[in-house]
């Protein structure tokens, strides 16, 4: 299977669900102290491109603070759940590995690509954090998660129940291997928290998610 379609089948998972994920996660933020943790590098107003925006919950959180919030998905069923439950808001319809066609070199504060990246299969990842890195100004900042582990699967989607067996595409990232390429790339860490996934619902449970927040230099 192609890189593109394993992304294609991630789209596909994520329009079938999109509804009941509104319902769900439309508006409800968890990990808050690693939202704060970011907002505390963010300069007044800055422009934050979230790079998997899915129903907005990042749009509800981020915009009432007066920061200037652009998502992205490519799921045009979670656009329009997103914008059923907060109205029309700064939103791409886009595959990620896209980027570029959007945004201009050195033109975003903050990047924000929280349970997003693990979708990537292993070389677009690499260009999309290249691609991040490219449009992020001087000491521009990324967070971003991802899950500890080797090679690549297709988990199960939990909201399709038995049609969603072995149907969702991830990727991950061994202990040393993302260390490789965010070095490579030029960003240094400010931040980093790892997390077991144990809530109802998780994609995929008992999994390690690590947070890491870095700085462009």
Known sequence: MTPKAKRDSVKESYNLIAAQYGKDFGT?????????????ELPKGATILDLGAGTGRTYAYFNKKGYEYIGLDFSPKMKDE????????????????????HFKDNSVDA????YSL???????????????????KEKGIILMSYQLGD???FTDEPYLG??????????YQAKDEMDSILKSLGFVDIY????????????KNNATTVFRLMRKI
């Open 28 to 40: 409800f933020i968890e990990d808050i102290d690693v939202y704060e943790t970011f907002e505390k």
């Open 82 to 101: 997103a914008f059923k439950i907060h109205g029309e808001f700064p939103y791409i319809l886009e595959d990620m590995v896209n980027v570029r066609n």
């Open 111 to 114: 990047v924000f690509a929280v």
């Open 118 to 136: 693990f979708h990537l299969p292993k070389d677009d990842l690499r260009k999309v954090l290249s691609d991040v890195y490219d449009i992020l």
């Open 151 to 153: 090679g690549e699967e």
């Open 162 to 171: 038995e049609s969603g067996k072995k149907k969702l595409y991830i990727s």
């Open 192 to 203: 980093k928290k790892e997390k077991v996934e144990t809530v109802d619902g998780a994609i």
